[in-house]
């Protein structure tokens, strides 16, 4: 051990003291994980049980979809941003600055993905479907007609992205709302005239277990008793 090497340990052992103390210290090296690979960027917490969403989504699937995938966006994340300016910052601003450039893809890639399955698990509830609040009700009626002309959107953009995506229901600055569908990691997030107020992931990995290649019924159930209106609500009234 270098004279640097032991100046580094000892700054890595006064910042885990402040942060938690020789609990946190013995956690770290029982995890077997680096003690400078403390992860800056984290998995959320689902906001519900991994079954609370069966049968239309399994546990097996929530199980895959979050421990696995959604986890390894984060695991991907950290590994790409350790030791770089990018590393801590808030994620959203991650995404955008990393946005449209193919050197950054990578990292763009997977920090979209940490947000867009967190938005994703926000977008759909236990008890979901039924009728939007009023406001949001109201927004869809001047936007699209009528609810079904707003799921019939949703769904065409679903069915219609080709591969790997996302639909979104999105709101614009007028807070005119309209269905739009991103490739592979691409979010709405980093159009300044958007505000995301729901997605759909249409990914495979998000139906393949319980729909196989039946994207159209995953997409059709979702809508019918598993979107989150008052999610959506939210986020339109933060629009
Ligand atoms: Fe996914």
């Keep these: 051990m270098n004279e640097t090497t032991t100046s580094q340990e000892l700054s890595r052992r006064t910042f885990l003291a402040a942060a938690g103390g020789a609990a946190a210290l013995t956690a770290v090296r029982a995890s077997g994980v680096s003690l400078s690979a403390a992860p800056a960027f984290t998995l959320p917490a689902l906001p519900y049980a991994q079954d609370a969403l069966a049968p239309t989504i399994s546990a097996q699937t929530v199980a895959l979809h979050y421990g696995k995938h959604h986890q390894g966006y984060v695991n991907t994340l950290n590994k790409l941003t350790t030791g770089t300016p990018l590393s801590g910052k808030p994620l959203e601003e991650v995404i955008r600055a990393t946005a449209g450039q193919p050197a950054q893809a990578a990292v763009f890639?997977?920090?979209?993905?940490?947000?867009?399955?967190?938005?994703?698990?926000?977008?759909?509830?236990?008890?979901?479907?039924?009728?939007?609040?009023?406001?949001?009700?109201?927004?869809?009626?001047?936007?699209?007609?009528?609810?079904?002309?707003?799921?019939?959107?949703?769904?065409?953009?679903?069915?219609?992205?080709?591969?790997?995506?996302?639909?979104?229901?999105?709101?614009?600055?007028?807070?005119?709302?309209?269905?739009v569908k991103t490739p592979n990691a691409e979010t709405p997030l980093t159009s300044p005239d958007l505000t995301p107020l729901l997605t759909l992931d249409v990914w495979e990995h998000a139906y393949y277990v319980d729909w196989q290649n039946r994207r159209a019924d995953y997409v059709k159930a979702l809508l019918e008793s598993r979107i989150n209106w008052a999610f959506a609500a939210e986020n339109l009234a933060k629009a």
């Design 109 to 179: 890639n997977n920090a979209a993905q940490i947000w867009n399955h967190t938005f994703y698990w926000r977008s759909l509830a236990p008890q979901g479907g039924g009728e939007p609040p009023r406001a949001l009700a109201e927004a869809i009626t001047k936007s699209f007609g009528s609810l079904e002309a707003c799921k019939t959107a949703l769904t065409e953009a679903a069915l219609t992205q080709f591969g790997s995506g996302w639909a979104w229901l999105v709101a614009d600055k007028a807070r005119h709302l309209k269905a």
